[in-house]
């Protein structure tokens, strides 16, 4: 009876241990999407246009959008609204733009947005410009309306990650954080209070209006599920909760 009884104990204090590692780990992000199939996962994306086409997927482990004449723009959507805190990012690379239109950010981008449907509350961009690469923006666009977020880093990292964490609250309360990793770790470019109606959706966008040619790569879009507030210093797949 005795060793039964230690037996028990043991089997008590693992399941404990384990219950304990498994509750007190920060969330883990997950792929929505590694690109290896052969075609674009209807069961995941929307092309949501307005000009539809432009995004490819060979199956090398990379999304291609290309625009190799100019004045285009395609996103594609996530299929379905994500309900919750989340934090969503993507990998993009071998950035490449031709772009001559005036101002200050009338740039041909790769972006990474969430909103509404249509109406994308906040955007990050990676962003040429006048001839040069501009770098890191940050957007908002309202029943059509473009407005920029007051804050821009300069870059010229034709390679790195976008990210954008959403803390879930519908309405008033709800914030949204834009980042942006350029070879040295994530790092805040800016918040907000997008005050949604509904669960969000999130979209790879290519960007081209004011350009005569854009193309770029994506690979490894993620999500952490209940991440929130968000932790710079973090890996992504070891976001804490403070």
């Not at 733009?97 to 200050?104: L, R």
């Not at 969430?114 to 908002?140: D, M, P, R």
């Not at 979209?203 to 968000?230: C, H, K, M």
């Not at 210093?233 to 976001?239: E, F, G, K, R, S």
Request: hydrophobic share 40%; charged share 10%; glycine share 10%.
């Amino acid at each position: 009876m005795k060793k039964l009884a230690v037996i028990n104990s043991f089997a008590v204090l693992l399941i404990l241990s384990v219950a304990l590692i498994l509750f007190s780990s920060p969330a883990q992000a997950y792929t929505y999407d590694d690109f290896t199939g052969t075609e674009i996962n209807a069961s995941l994306w929307h092309d949501n246009g307005p000009n539809t086409g432009l995004f490819s997927q060979p199956g090398d482990g990379n999304l291609y959008f290309s625009d190799p004449t100019g004045g285009m723009d395609d996103n594609l959507r996530s299929f379905a609204s994500v309900s919750g805190p989340f934090f969503v990012s993507m990998q993009y690379s071998n950035f490449q733009a031709t772009n001559s239109a005036t101002g200050s950010f009338a740039g041909s981008s790769v972006i990474l947005w969430v909103g509404e449907t249509n109406n994308v509350w906040a955007a990050l961009e990676f962003t040429k410009a006048n001839g040069t690469i501009q770098g890191f923006v940050a957007n908002s666009h309202i029943n059509g309306t473009f407005s920029h977020l007051n804050t821009y880093i300069p870059s010229s990292a034709t390679s790195g990650s976008l990210g954008i964490g959403f803390n879930g609250i519908i309405g008033p309360g709800g914030e949204i954080t834009l980042w942006f990793n350029a070879g040295s770790g994530w790092t805040k470019l800016a918040s907000g209070a997008p005050n949604f109606t509904a669960n969000p959706f999130f979209a790879i966008e290519g960007y081209d209006l004011n350009g005569t040619s854009l193309s770029f790569q994506v690979a490894d879009v993620q999500i952490v599920p209940r991440p929130w507030p968000l932790v710079s210093t973090a890996p992504l797949n070891m976001l804490l909760l403070e």
